[in-house]
């Protein structure tokens, strides 16, 4: 047996005695043996089967519970989107917005309808309809109401209720006016209750309740285009204007709270002024898109 | 394999088996390849936990070798994360010390010697050699892990041998 074949056999761990011995007799047979135990040193850290498969064992306890579940979670999960989705936009508010000297006119549900005007803000839910009848204003509109269920108006300084009329709610900045043109309109606001019967109105202007005058019209002026008012502070009416024209407009501390009767067209900006400005006696001047009234 | 009708290996029991027949091999196969720089036990749980979660895919005789594909993966991801040249090191354990200083130095240094010889072998000769030596498995055994032939093996560790001797000889 040639020597390489007795390392081979060696390396194999095969050798039977007498190779063994065959072996030993090879001069490198030191060398090697030195080499061998030189290599124990090199021996891999010890590997503790058990205590690691211990410390695996906790990773694995999650997997083997989803295997099954998993795809079933999935489409439970597509479900509850879809489902999220319909419901979110079915019961979603319908929102409105007029920008300045917009109009529009909305259909409710049932058959009642609603013109927005300028620079308005009306709310509804559709989903909640059939139960209450119930729109959220923040400006002026005009509804005429279909017969049903009560139909309430709600805004921050009162809420209007009636049952089948037409009527003109006004709630802008400190300014809260309700005109019935047919029917009866109830007006709860945080202090009292007022109806209204038709030609009647109610105002509350800065926290004061003013008493309308009757008023035989069968709707309001702004529908035909034009705004009128019966001693109104001037601010008001400035804020009014505002609505329909875009501009700004720069009014005396003094002038603002005086009382003003009249009214002014939203077709045509010059003449507007004037009936805005010659009734108290103010002259107006243009700068900009800001306007500045002054007394003469 | 005891079960060939099994077609995975998502049950628990057999799982087990799997572990311990193939851990210590795993680890073992991976020090020797790529020395203990990078954690060679994490990388084992880490190839475990993979194996778990494909356990579906997995037959009981195909378990082997996605470990040790998989670790082998998971090691070279790690190597080139780092960007580090490996080198095979360890330090030598300490023996008795009732010997000579000279003797003592000169064990030492042929230890340094060892070192950086088993360092230059290539990976396949130094994982084939050292499961050999040291581990103490047959050719036969080492064919098996690593899935090659018994003659690949046997040309790697007698190469191995070779040039451990040339190399120490030299230095």
Redesign the interface.
């Known amino acids: 047996m040639t020597r390489e074949e007795l390392i081979q056999k060696w390396l194999d761990h095969s050798l039977n005695s007498e190779e063994q011995k065959a072996f030993e007799q090879l001069e490198d047979y030191k060398d090697l043996m030195q080499l061998n135990n030189a290599l124990h040193s090199f021996k891999s850290p010890e590997f503790s089967v058990d205590k690691n498969y211990q410390a695996l064992r906790p990773s694995l306890k999650k997997k083997s519970t989803q295997s099954w579940h998993k795809p079933l979670l999935k489409v439970a999960a597509v479900l509850a989107i879809c489902f999220s989705v319909y419901y979110y936009t079915t019961t979603l508010d319908s929102t409105f917005n007029t920008e300045i000297a917009q109009q529009t006119t909305i259909d409710l549900p049932d058959t009642s309808e609603v013109i927005l005007n300028a620079n308005s803000n009306l709310v509804f839910n559709k989903s909640s309809w059939d139960d209450q009848r119930n729109v959220k204003l923040n400006g002026e509109a005009f509804f005429k109401v279909a017969k049903g269920e009560k139909f309430n108006v709600v805004t921050d300084k009162g809420i209007v209720s009636v049952l089948g009329t037409q009527f003109n709610v006004k709630h802008r900045e400190n300014y809260f006016e309700v005109k019935c043109y047919e029917g009866l309109v109830g007006v709860k606001t945080k202090d009292n209750y007022t109806e209204l019967t038709p030609g009647n109105g109610l105002k509350i202007i800065d926290g004061k309740l003013f008493a309308n005058e009757k008023e035989i019209t069968t709707q309001p002026n702004w529908l035909r285009g034009e705004s009128t008012y019966v001693n109104t502070p001037f601010k008001h009416v400035i804020t009014e204007l505002e609505n329909y024209y875009d501009i700004k407009i720069v009014v005396d501390k003094a002038d603002a709270d005086r009382l003003y009767t009249g009214g002014f067209t939203h077709k045509n900006l010059e003449l507007a002024l004037k009936s805005v400005t010659i009734p108290l006696n103010l002259s107006y001047s243009k700068s900009g898109t800001s306007i500045v009234l002054k007394r003469e | 394999m005891s079960q060939p009708i099994k077609d995975n290996i998502?049950e628990?029991q057999l799982?087990?088996r799997i572990?311990?027949k193939h851990?210590?091999n795993l680890?073992?196969f991976l020090?020797?390849k790529f020395g203990?720089h990078l954690n060679?036990?994490d990388k084992?749980?880490e190839a475990?936990?993979k194996l778990?979660?494909n356990?579906?895919k997995v037959t009981p005789d195909k378990a082997k070798s996605f470990l040790f594909t998989t670790a082998n993966n998971l090691m070279l991801n790690a190597v080139a994360h780092r960007k580090v040249v490996l080198k095979f090191e360890?330090i030598?354990?300490k023996k008795s010390t009732n010997e000579t200083p000279e003797f003592v130095l000169q064990e030492k240094e042929?230890?340094e010697k060892?070192?950086k010889a088993?360092g230059k072998l290539t990976e396949a000769q130094r994982v084939a050699f050292?499961m050999?030596?040291?581990?103490?498995k047959?050719?036969k055994e080492i064919a098996v892990l690593l899935d090659i032939s018994t003659k690949a093996v046997?040309k790697r560790?007698?190469g191995a041998?070779k040039k451990?001797?040339e190399d120490?000889d030299g230095l």
């Not at chain 2, 050999?132 to 103490?136: A, D, F, K, L, Q």
């Open positions: 998502c628990e799982f087990e572990y311990k851990s210590k680890h073992d020090y020797y203990d060679p036990s084992v749980q475990f936990i778990w979660q356990c579906g360890k030598p354990q042929y230890h060892l070192q088993l050292l050999n030596r040291v581990e103490g047959k050719f046997e560790i007698y041998l451990l001797r120490i």
